[in-house]
């Protein structure tokens, strides 16, 4: 440009210069003009000059039209040239994220057997635990590219995606009930134990399917730290005999372990130097053995018996990830226009020609959505609990109940959106395509009959007395999420990148199973004859429609030509009013302890559902284009 500009002076001064003097005198005249008339065209040249300089420091700010025109679009190699990749996911990068975790233990199922002599019952008790749990990662890595081909190594630290079950003590966790007759038993095997991913080393090898878009593949080592066991308990009665007691739990030591991780994924350049990555990760681990239990009480004639196996237990977590990488590597042409940070936010800020309603539109789509469901009423458990040799009440208590669940499902999804320069207002419809999800009843203690009643908590601060108290709603319904219909509102953060809000309606079903409430207790000071006894009430409820409404949010990146992938989470709130179902009670007094418990399912209910969902968009047709 500059010897453009120089060349162009030089023609302008030879065509502008007069005939060449005849004497002298006008030699000395011609000379002295022309020297004016350079001074000035060099004085002109130097403004230009300066403008140059002043719109390369703006980068994209200048042109950034042409400049994203050229950056993006589809690799097309010259008639007869094979493709030449620019080696831009080579080098070194560093990144964060979110995940949504799936953590599970899996055991062998505990025994429990009861027998009179004659008759013998056998009960199988899962010692399963399972927990959706929410964390994040940091990572770091080397990728080495060859042509399209991508080869490298990842290492990763998770955090904040520990998952506990406290263990139960003492007759705590048992369920009461009557196995045969004249004797009354509260007995159980409960599972508890600690999960939490701590880390990956992963080779990776993957494909660059545009120079702003590759998938992968990895594979490695995962560490994680865990333990395991089952907590144990039997609680036998026989009038007029003394009831007898037993506790044991089978234990494994907190241990980090080594485990096999496998998953895959792709990731999209939203700047020069960031992408946006989602993934998917399945570890597995074999965990720190457990001691094993053996359990027996006999009382009458009869005989209970609860046998939890020493074993290694299974672990594992299957995690869907989000993460930003920022990669150091040198930004290839034609990024390096507005690599820098300043250009960046240039196109941030004050590039609007960038935001050419690219967002607009209708749309489809589909992908995995993971629901977690809570069944929740505020009230209608008391619990009161009074020891005549201390002053006042000594445990008085009012709340309500809840149960969850979780299912993960498919999806699908439309919508259409309008833009204005970096604004975008929308409506969006989908439709869930899973099954009904059973809430959990729990297990019933040793050949029991009837329905599961609640489990024992129970409270030590009696001394040598033993007051063991349970409270539940009984829920065996099913519930389904079905569909949504959604206003949207978004913001163009990048001509790759928008974040949006959602709110509207929300459409399930809940029934087809029972819901009710139970109470149950054993409650024996020594001398005295001991309180036993077990209540539940329930109703059921065939399948009903429900409506309700839902707010959220998300962000959403373009993977290629036409196609993008969302990541978003909705909260449905509905609120169900049914018939009347009724409550049960348990109490009574013995010696200087007196009891009274009642539960009571409600007439209405709040459902609630925590959905995370990701997505597969593509735009059919934009008319503001």
């Given at each position: 440009?500059?010897?453009?500009?120089?060349?162009?002076?030089?023609?302008?001064?030879?065509?502008?210069?007069?005939?060449?003097?005849?004497?002298?005198?006008?030699?000395?005249?011609?000379?002295?003009?022309?020297?004016?008339?350079?001074?000035?065209?060099?004085?002109?040249?130097?403004?230009?000059?300066?403008?140059?300089?002043?719109?390369?420091?703006?980068?994209?700010?200048?042109?950034?039209?042409?400049?994203?025109?050229?950056?993006?679009?589809?690799?097309?190699?010259?008639?007869?040239?094979?493709?030449?990749?620019?080696?831009?996911?080579?080098?070194?990068?560093?990144?964060?994220?979110?995940?949504?975790?799936?953590?599970?233990?899996?055991?062998?199922?505990?025994?429990?057997?009861?027998?009179?002599?004659?008759?013998?019952?056998?009960?199988?008790?899962?010692?399963?635990?399972?927990?959706?749990?929410?964390?994040?990662?940091?990572?770091?890595?080397?990728?080495?590219?060859?042509?399209?081909?991508?080869?490298?190594?990842?290492?990763?630290?998770?955090?904040?995606?520990?998952?506990?079950?406290?263990?139960?003590?003492?007759?705590?966790?048992?369920?009461?009930?009557?196995?045969?007759?004249?004797?009354?038993?509260?007995?159980?095997?409960?599972?508890?134990?600690?999960?939490?991913?701590?880390?990956?080393?992963?080779?990776?090898?993957?494909?660059?399917?545009?120079?702003?878009?590759?998938?992968?593949?990895?594979?490695?080592?995962?560490?994680?730290?865990?333990?395991?066991?089952?907590?144990?308990?039997?609680?036998?009665?026989?009038?007029?005999?003394?009831?007898?007691?037993?506790?044991?739990?089978?234990?494994?030591?907190?241990k980090t372990v080594v485990g096999t991780s496998i998953g895959g994924g792709i990731q999209m350049r939203v700047t020069p130097d960031l992408a946006a990555r989602f993934e998917y990760l399945h570890d597995w681990y074999t965990?720190?053995?457990?001691?094993?239990?053996?359990?027996?009480?006999?009382?009458?004639?009869?005989?209970?018996?609860?046998?939890?196996?020493?074993?290694?237990?299974?672990?594992?977590?299957?995690?869907?990830?989000?993460?930003?990488?920022?990669?150091?590597?040198?930004?290839?042409?034609?990024?390096?226009?507005?690599?820098?940070?300043?250009?960046?936010?240039?196109?941030?800020?004050?590039?609007?020609?960038?935001?050419?309603?690219?967002?607009?539109?209708?749309?489809?789509?589909?992908?995995?959505?993971?629901?977690?469901?809570?069944?929740?009423?505020?009230?209608?458990?008391?619990?009161?609990?009074?020891?005549?040799?201390?002053?006042?009440?000594?445990?008085?208590?009012?709340?309500?109940?809840?149960?969850?669940?979780?299912?993960?499902?498919?999806?699908?999804?439309?919508?259409?959106?309008?833009?204005?320069?970096?604004?975008?207002?929308?409506?969006?419809?989908?439709?869930?395509?899973?099954?009904?999800?059973?809430?959990?009843?729990?297990?019933?203690?040793?050949?029991?009959?009837?329905?599961?009643?609640?489990?024992?908590?129970?409270?030590?601060?009696?001394?040598?007395?033993?007051?063991?108290?349970?409270?539940?709603?009984?829920?065996?319904?099913?519930?389904?999420?079905?569909?949504?219909?959604?206003?949207?509102?978004?913001?163009?953060?990048?001509?790759?990148?928008?974040?949006?809000?959602?709110?509207?309606?929300?459409?399930?079903?809940?029934?087809?199973?029972?819901?009710?409430?139970?109470?149950?207790?054993?409650?024996?000071?020594?001398?005295?004859?001991?309180?036993?006894?077990?209540?539940?009430?329930?109703?059921?409820?065939?399948?009903?429609?429900?409506?309700?409404?839902?707010?959220?949010?998300?962000?959403?990146?373009?993977?290629?030509?036409?196609?993008?992938?969302?990541?978003?989470?909705?909260?449905?709130?509905?609120?169900?009013?049914?018939?009347?179902?009724?409550?049960?009670?348990?109490?009574?007094?013995?010696?200087?302890?007196?009891?009274?418990?009642?539960?009571?399912?409600?007439?209405?209910?709040?459902?609630?559902?925590?959905?995370?969902?990701?997505?597969?968009?593509?735009?059919?047709?934009?008319?503001?284009?």
């Open positions: 440009m500059k010897n453009l500009l120089s060349a162009t002076a030089a023609v302008l001064l030879l065509a502008s210069a007069p005939a060449l003097a005849a004497t002298d005198e006008d030699l000395v005249a011609q000379v002295a003009a022309l020297k004016r008339q350079e001074a000035a065209k060099n004085a002109e040249i130097a403004a230009l000059q300066k403008k140059i300089k002043a719109l390369e420091a703006r980068g994209p700010a200048a042109a950034p039209a042409a400049i994203y025109a050229a950056d993006h679009p589809p690799y097309k190699a010259p008639p007869g040239a094979a493709p030449v990749w620019t080696p831009s996911w080579a080098g070194f990068y560093i990144g964060a994220g979110y995940s949504r975790n799936y953590a599970q233990s899996k055991r062998d199922p505990a025994t429990i057997v009861s027998t009179d002599g004659t008759t013998t019952v056998t009960d199988i008790h899962s010692q399963d635990l399972k927990d959706y749990v929410n964390g994040g990662q940091a990572l770091a890595g080397y990728m080495f590219q060859f042509n399209r081909m991508l080869l490298g190594i990842e290492g990763d630290l998770a955090f904040g995606g520990k998952t506990v079950t406290p263990a139960f003590t003492g007759l705590s966790g048992g369920t009461c009930g009557v196995d045969f007759t004249g004797s009354y038993v509260c007995a159980g095997a409960r599972p508890f134990g600690q999960f939490e991913t701590l880390g990956h080393l992963r080779a990776i090898g993957g494909v660059s399917i545009t120079p702003d878009l590759m998938a992968f593949i990895a594979g490695g080592a995962a560490w994680a730290r865990m333990s395991a066991g089952s907590h144990t308990s039997i609680a036998m009665a026989s009038s007029p005999s003394i009831p007898v007691f037993t506790a044991l739990d089978s234990t494994s030591a907190l965990g720190p053995t457990t001691t094993g239990a053996l359990s027996t009480v006999t009382l009458g004639g009869h005989t209970n018996t609860i046998t939890v196996p020493s074993e290694r237990p299974r672990f594992t977590n299957d995690a869907v990830r989000g993460s930003l990488i920022y990669s150091f590597n040198a930004a290839p042409q034609p990024y390096a226009a507005y690599a820098s940070a300043g250009g960046v936010w240039d196109r941030f800020a004050s590039a609007p020609a960038l935001y050419n309603n690219s967002w607009a539109g209708f749309y489809v789509g589909g992908g995995v959505t993971q629901n977690n469901y809570k069944f929740i009423q505020d009230t209608g458990r008391t619990l009161t609990i009074d020891d005549s040799t201390t002053p006042g009440t000594d445990i008085s208590e009012r709340s309500g109940f809840s149960t969850k669940t979780g299912v993960t499902n498919g999806h699908i999804l439309a919508g259409y959106r309008y833009q204005w320069n970096r604004f975008l207002i929308g409506l969006e419809g989908e439709l869930d395509l899973g099954a009904s999800k059973h809430f959990d009843a729990g297990p019933k203690s040793p050949g029991m009959f009837g329905f599961n009643s609640a489990a024992l908590t129970c409270h030590p601060q009696f001394g040598a007395n033993v007051v063991c108290i349970g409270q539940s709603m009984f829920n065996t319904l099913a519930v389904q999420q079905r569909g949504r219909a959604l206003l949207t509102g978004g913001f163009e953060v990048l001509p790759e990148v928008i974040a949006f809000v959602a709110g509207g309606k929300t459409y399930g079903k809940v029934g087809d199973g029972l819901l009710g409430s139970s109470a149950d207790g054993f409650f024996y000071v020594p001398g005295s004859s001991p309180l036993i006894g077990a209540a539940t009430v329930s109703r059921a409820f065939p399948n009903t429609n429900i409506s309700g409404t839902t707010w959220g949010g998300g962000l959403e990146t373009k993977a290629w030509d036409g196609f993008s992938i969302r990541a978003a989470y909705y909260r449905d709130i509905y609120k169900w009013h049914h018939l009347p179902i009724g409550g049960a009670g348990f109490g009574g007094t013995s010696g200087t302890i007196s009891v009274s418990a009642f539960s009571a399912a409600l007439d209405h209910h709040t459902i609630v559902n925590d959905s995370y969902q990701l997505s597969l968009i593509y735009q059919l047709w934009n008319p503001q284009r």
